[in-house]
């Protein structure tokens, strides 16, 4: 079991926090988010293209970088954390669908960013399901896929991601049982990658703060209500962190694994996720509750994250068969 | 009088002259101005200020008439949102600590509802910690002039008069170079800026002050004593506030028990339970509420255990929010209208926080129930006998 | 709906405490725990003769005072608090269930204090089953009675109460199907108001050591990472006390709101009692895990309580019945 | 020497001479004897002290063979809990600290297990802030005469020596009036007591100090110097326990996840997904240690980490026995072997709070994390300055 980054995956890290940090700080993220399309195109065109983003779990002779889900878990973690709007993760949805049900045709497309992608995880709902080009959709055993079709934009809670109501169907581009149902445990590793990189960037939002903040002529962070809060916020950290990257590296290394390590991600993570959040913006106290403030993108992201393949008590009762209770 | 011919005479009138429409929160100026109308129908009929002076224009009546009026227009909504502010707070702190003089100019317009208030305390530096607060009131010729920002101001966009709180004083300990102000909401200088909070929509303003010229006579209390006459009108604030805290505001509540137990799958033993953990800790917060009601009736004082009820309030708003929208899955999240069948969940989970952070936040709750109700010993304090020049400000953060 | 004790309960209330701190403080409770009966006799015949509690809610036509479940519940709340050790609450089962079952023979002798008496709670376990003159048992809409009998004492968790295994039968001595599941409610309503004076003392314990404990140079209440705790126990407290008078007003006054307060009184108060007594426990550090020291004896009957009636669960479950979820 | 060889050697050893029979906890007389015997072998046959500097009776090896030997060792239990205090804490810190003479005189009885120790820091008025301590040290001919009370003190019933922190100075702030001594706990005025926790066992003492000499030559480090000296141990000690800090001990235990899946009714949704929680709880603190371990292996040293991991332990540990408990409900109570069906539910609700006060309280643990995690300002402090005999004592207390 690999827990720990490697030299590269901290590089890789390194490379995408950079990235946006520079071109997709949060004062971006609010513009982008209120703009026409929901996303900075300029952005997603040096994402997919200088980093390869797009391509980095397509196999290689799809024109991806055949990266791993390790990967894919260190860049969605980042994605998380800079709240970047737009189908970042839609795309990464479809490219794990078609990459384990094996699909030829749509992947190259995904791969060199031309091709915006989304699946349909609820009936008829999709993330970012008015700019994708593609709405895969899965029928049984079989994955289709629609270009064009109805789209319905959805007001949602969260600002920051967009989701409509599509129109499932379209042709058969692969079919895999076994494909599927793998993909549906690695939706539930993604999102979970993601939902820390919330639960991260929230909790150093609030520690950043109690270190500037001053009440009573004291620093709030130096008031045990707020320490032992953000201490007990930490060890939800260090516990999610320690199952997003042991989910990833079963879906890598250890296949028996990853339908359980799956849906503990889900179980756990979602909901520190949504409690850290929380805490977060209650901790900043009147300014949390702002418009202006940024606390409340990451509380309503990690809610809609929280719910978003499903109640939350769908995970849990996925361990309880798995566990065989 | 007779008490019960008096609540027959409140409710004929009310049934005559309330309006028939709800009215919610800040009306635009149309609804400002109906609800002038309806307010100087209600003082002329002498149901404005039922237990105020005579002398200034109150009818000098006893808690028993305030509350046979209060029951009977419960069963009505009056459009009296705009002077809320000014009638449990703004107006109580002038007939406490105000000169005959002020009394007699503000306190019946207060009433009859021709001048709406608004109360100026909080600021971006200054939250939990009022006393800390920036806003610089310098003396000038026949007067004083106030220059800083305020926050968290409802009803400020309507507002004729404001109760403010400024520093008059920067070389003493803070609490003590604190004076409260009468300002004129209309003077040059004052400028209102709605404040969006994170429902997307405006229930608050901020308020700058640049050069704002404010007369001697408008002096609250005494230079300096500003502090002490804060804590009396936040004492009518809690007054106010606590005596409206309750189930009040469940029934149309779609995150409450009684809309949950119709919208979710009772069918599935886990949400059932769930759904009997909030009714288990609605029921228990009911209870402790009602209970703190007949003490009050009973004339033992709630005091600080009202800052329990406050603090339970907060954690079971946000526990219902969260729980509807957790158990309703991906559809909580869509706004109603929009082909999400979302209802109001996500509505309820963006305005969850509100209870947590006014009137005081969860920590705030604690200390106060820690200090006052449990008396355990306070944390030591370093802004007691320090100039307020030399004290530490929020670095790097607008103050 | 009355939850405001009046002045004769305030009185009773003084008169309980007022005895009970003068001849059982907890030094008393344990020499008490440690003697062979597990009791101190002299207390019971004070508190049976001088305060007439045998008798309480015993009928006047049976020699007792014929007070309601609202002064039942006061002086229970006080046995909870002051950890009374011996049969109490036992032989207070006991009248419950005879009197709402109709019996006229067994009463006098509870109501004058010279019958000590159980009721057999789950299966053939009883509270004080050893040292229990008479052993009461439900058997269908019949409440049977064996004095004698094979009776086995359990070494339990609770030190300051005694269990045996008892053998169920006898004699039947009432029948009614109705007052014995309004006595299965009353046991509910009963234990609860204890638990409720266990609650009590437990928070009075620690906020009492958090105003004289110093660590840094400063009383530990004055730390918000105590402070803010006891104010969370606090509210418990709160809540505790107003559901415990509504259960017992209704117990008095609203027959049909019975079921339902009397669930939730178990539903929530149980819980409360435990999680204070644990963190009464916890914040006295580690003073608190020594036997010498009286957490631990407040710990233990808040456990015991919590599960005296069967598991929680089953109060949640009789709720979910009763609001028809 | 290849350290596949030396594994193999340590395998062939550990199974040829490791007792077949189970030692848990403190021993009596006749353990005692046996585990002294063990180590005697133990060291002889060099497998005691590893890493310990070869000039004073270790075998100056890496932690490579440590790690090594530590793997196989983990296959048997070994006699060797009276002496953990004394390889774990007291010995490391004389090498660190001790004199030439010191480290000539009691490093190598303490490797040979000749010579049991106990540390002696804690007081009952001194917790958490142990700095606080209040045993006197007083200088006379020749040495110091030692007076006061120590508490929470492993082993110390069979200890021949034991490192003693005392004050030997009142006027100067607290920190900076301590001295570390070697004591011999058989010299006249040591009284040991054993110590009855909630369980009703004894796993713990009280030392009480009437008079007792130590000579001169028994100072380790420098007079007054004892808080800098206490730290260094307080570091071996954090290191001795964060390194056993896991899901030890949870294969037989009756409270945890694979015990409970047997024993409660999963036939019940709502039961199921209690354990579901407890399962999740488990898994997250399990995969939280495995980091850490792999971290460390890595080089990346967790530092104060490790307090998150102790005080997540905490916290299981009394929610699984509370949940255990409560799922078995009456039945939990009753010690087994008395007709109850309870099995070791009373006991484990009993240990459960053990976790949560030994090793720092949860409060202290969360202080570390906030403080040396995640670096957020300290609490103000009042006795750092302050003269000791000034400061605030708990007051009604013993201490």
């Known amino acids: ?30 513009a982008a988010m209120e703009s026409d399309g929901g996303h900075d195109p300029d952005v997603y065109r040096r994402l997919n293209g200088e980093l390869g983003l797009s391509g980095l779990i397509v196999p290689e002779e799809h024109g991806g970088s055949g990266a791993g889900y390790a990967e894919l878990a260190v860049v969605l973690e980042e994605t998380g954390a800079a709240l970047l709007p737009g189908p970042f993760l839609a795309t990464t949805l479809a490219a794990i669908l078609l990459r384990e049900a094996g699909d030829k045709e749509l992947l190259p497309g995904i791969a060199d960013g031309s091709t915006v992608a989304t699946v349909v995880l609820d009936g008829n709902r999709a993330l970012n399901g008015a700019e994708a080009d593609v709405v895969l959709s899965i029928d049984g055993d079989r994955v289709r896929a629609l270009r064009g079709g109805e789209r319905t934009p959805l007001t949602t809670l969260d600002p920051t991601r967009r989701q409509a109501l599509v129109e499932p169907g379209g042709d058969v581009v692969a079919a895999s049982a076994e494909g599927i149902a793998r993909a549906r445990d690695l939706f539930a590793v993604a999102v979970a990658a993601e939902q820390l990189g919330v639960l991260r960037a929230s909790l150093e939002a609030i520690v950043a703060y109690g270190k500037v903040r001053v009440a009573f002529n004291r620093f709030i962070g130096s008031y045990q209500g707020v320490k032992h809060r953000l201490a007990d916020m930490h060890c939800k950290l260090e516990q999610a962190e320690s199952i997003v990257r042991h989910a990833a590296w079963a879906a890598d290394e250890a296949p028996d694994e990853l339908a359980g390590a799956a849906a503990l991600a889900q179980a756990y993570v979602g909901r520190a996720c949504f409690e850290v959040a929380r805490d977060s913006l209650l901790l900043h106290g009147g300014i949390g509750f702002t418009w202006e403030h940024d606390a409340h993108l990451f509380y309503k992201r990690a809610k809609a994250d929280e719910v978003l393949l499903g109640p939350p008590r769908i995970h849990r009762a996925r361990l309880a068969d798995l566990l065989e209770l | ?190 400028t209102v800026r709605p404040l969006r909070d994170m429902t997307g929509r405006a229930h608050f303003n901020e308020i700058f002050f640049d050069g704002v010229h404010i007369p001697a006579e ?43 137990r119709t919208s979710v799958d009772t069918g599935d033993p886990v949400v059932r339970d769930q759904l009997v953990e909030l009714y288990v800790r609605s029921r228990a917060l009911a209870l402790f509420n009602q209970r703190l009601a007949q003490e009050t ?83 030591p304090r370093t802004d007691k006998n320090v100039p307020f020049k030399d004290l530490k400000t929020s670095g790097g953060l607008p103050s």
Not at chain 1, 5 to 28: C, D, I, K
Not at chain 2, 225 to 252: F, N, P, Y
Request: net charge negative.
């Open chain 2, 1 to 190: 009088m007779d008490l019960e011919d008096y609540r027959q005479r409140a409710r004929a009138w009310l049934e005559a002259n309330a309006p028939g429409d709800r009215a919610e929160g800040t009306p635009d100026e149309n609804g400002v101005a109906a609800a002038k109308a309806f307010m100087a129908k209600l003082y002329d009929a002498g149901y404005s200020g039922i237990t105020w002076p005579q002398r200034w224009g109150g009818q000098g009546l006893t808690q028993a008439e305030e509350r046979a009026f209060a029951a009977e227009a419960a069963r009505f909504t009056l459009p009296t949102y705009v002077f809320s502010i000014g009638l449990g707070m703004c107006g109580p702190t002038l007939v406490d600590l105000g000169t005959d003089e002020q009394r007699g100019r503000f306190i019946r317009p207060l009433l009859r509802g021709e001048e709406i208030w608004c109360q100026l305390f909080s600021e971006p530096g200054a939250g939990s910690d009022v006393a800390a607060l920036q806003t610089r009131a310098t003396a000038t010729d026949g007067g004083w002039v106030v220059d800083g920002q305020k926050v968290w101001t409802s009803v400020a966009q309507h507002a004729d008069r404001g109760l403010l709180l400024a520093r008059t004083d920067v070389e003493v300990p803070k609490h003590k170079g604190l004076t409260m102000f009468v300002v004129d909401m209309h003077a040059p200088g004052v």
């Open chain 2, 218 to 260: 408008n002096v609250v209390g005494r230079v300096g004593d500003g502090w002490s006459c804060a804590v009396t009108t936040l004492l009518h604030e809690r007054l106010s506030i606590s005596s409206g805290v309750g189930m009040g505001g469940q029934k149309d509540n779609p995150v409450a028990f009684e809309a949950l």
């Open chain 1, 1 to 30: 079991m690999k827990l720990v980054l490697t030299t590269e995956q901290q590089e890789l890290r390194q490379a995408v926090r950079g990235f946006l940090a520079a071109a997709s700080p949060l004062p971006a993220v609010r």
């Open chain 2, 297 to 379: 009736k009973a004339g033992i004082f709630p005091g600080a255990r009202g800052s329990a009820a406050k603090l339970l309030l907060a954690e079971l708003t946000m526990f219902q929010a969260d729980l509807a929208t957790s158990l309703a899955g991906p559809e909580a999240v869509a706004y109603p209208g929009e082909g999400g069948a979302g209802g109001g969940l996500a509505n309820a989970i963006s305005l969850a926080p509100a209870m947590a952070l006014g009137g005081g936040t969860n920590e705030i709750m604690r200390n106060i129930v820690g200090e006052r109700v449990l008396n355990l010993p306070p944390e």
